[in-house]
């Protein structure tokens, strides 16, 4: 994708001008914003990935105004019982399994990587939905097969029904609204109400993003400073003088430990920490993937010349991310040649390498490949 190049799915407005005037501020319509919209899993395929283990998946239903949800694996008995009443079956992170729905999410890639969540999708019967409810993160909701109505409102009380299982608004009252068609994308900010009714049976397709909250953030680092400072030592006071208030800490005792921490306060304030700890916590991922190893390892020298005829593409399901000199993929520290570093930086970029990239490597970076390929993490081709 060209940097800067007005976008049809951004109804004709460049990814900058997309940025400046609606990302995290404003809404925007666009009527086919894919015109010729092939939809990356079918009805059937998405039913059946709802009923997969290592898919993360729900089913919402609603029984005359009555909103009920039962968590993944749907198995066909859920959803057969389901039957009587308007439901909706949502798989995340479809990206995952399809190779078209990773294509799909590819088109987003004028956001940075770091803040991508997922492609969800949802399968929903005729009047079925989610009910009234805002995300606290932005969406491009892009309609697949069937018609679906969207109500929208910028209303500000975002008070929900209480003591629900599900997030459904109490007062949502509609501003606008659409029926969107195949190859329609509505784009919403965070918190922006927005209620979906399907018109038919729908498909509907989330480009969804990540926004951690601050709290969130604060408590990973809190938890990555613990593993990476380890001071050694003892609290010493060598020159402790008699009190006479032994129920006090007292200043000497404060500034021994203001002495003691600040090792801790000033560690984590360096720049180095923060980008360790940003690679790693923006390249973990969620906590029911895992990766598959192949079943048969080969010779230096066979992996050497696969790649160089192939090229090597990243497992769908990994995220490689650097941050300026430093490399990380699915959680971990990835030491990458110095002289490497550009080629790297384009495999973190689009993914995939070609036969021509992989012949710029040096021989550190073929076997930093092969142990990514044994990992599961990256595949030749
Ligand atoms: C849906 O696809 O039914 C819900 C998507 C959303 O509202 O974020
Ligand atoms: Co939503």
Redesign the pocket.
């Known amino acids: 994708m060209k940097k800067n190049q007005p976008l049809a799915h951004l109804n004709g407005l460049s990814p900058d001008e997309f940025l400046r005037v609606h990302w995290q501020k404003k809404p925007l319509l666009v009527r086919n914003a894919f015109p010729d919209f092939a939809a990356p899993l079918t009805a059937a395929e998405i039913f059946e990935l709802a009923g997969r283990d290592e898919a993360e998946s729900r089913l919402i239903v609603n029984k005359n105004n009555e909103w009920g949800i039962h968590h993944g694996p749907i198995t066909k008995k859920i959803l057969r019982d389901a039957k009587k009443s308007l439901w909706?079956v949502?798989v995340q992170d479809t990206q995952h399994f399809s190779r078209e729905a990773h294509q799909l999410l590819q088109q987003f890639r004028f956001i940075p990587t770091a803040r991508i969540d997922d492609l969800?999708v949802?399968y929903?019967v005729k009047g079925g939905?989610?009910g009234p409810?805002f995300?606290s993160y932005d969406?491009f909701?892009l309609q697949g097969e069937g018609k679906r109505r969207w109500q929208i409102s910028a209303q500000r009380d975002l008070s929900l029904v209480p003591d629900h299982a599900l997030k459904i608004m109490a007062n949502f009252k509609a501003e606008k609204e659409w029926v969107l068609e195949t190859g329609d994308m509505l784009y919403l900010p965070p918190g922006y109400a927005?209620h979906?009714v399907a018109e038919t049976d729908c498909v509907?397709w989330?480009i969804?993003f990540r926004a951690p909250t601050e709290l969130e953030l604060s408590h990973a680092y809190l938890d990555f400073l613990r593993d990476e400072i380890s001071p050694e030592g003892l609290y010493q006071d060598a020159d402790l003088e008699v009190t006479r208030n032994p129920g006090a800490i007292d200043l000497d005792m404060q500034s021994r430990l203001v002495k003691i921490l600040s090792r801790v306060t000033h560690a984590s304030a360096t720049p180095d920490m923060m980008k360790r700890f940003a690679g790693r916590y923006f390249t973990e991922p969620k906590s029911h993937i895992y990766f598959d190893a192949p079943k048969a390892t080969m010779s230096a020298q066979t992996f050497s010349q696969k790649i160089i005829a192939r090229g090597v593409a990243l497992d769908l399901k990994t995220r490689l991310l650097f941050v300026d000199i430093l490399f990380f993929i699915n959680g971990e520290d990835l030491a990458v040649p110095s002289k490497d570093r550009p080629i790297w930086r384009t495999l973190a970029n689009v993914r995939k390498l070609s036969a021509d990239e992989v012949t710029q490597l040096s021989e550190n970076s073929f076997s930093l490949l092969q142990n990514l390929v044994n990992d599961g993490y990256l595949h030749i081709g």
């Open positions: 909706t949502l969800m949802s929903a939905g989610v409810h995300d969406v909701l927005h979906g509907t989330s969804g």
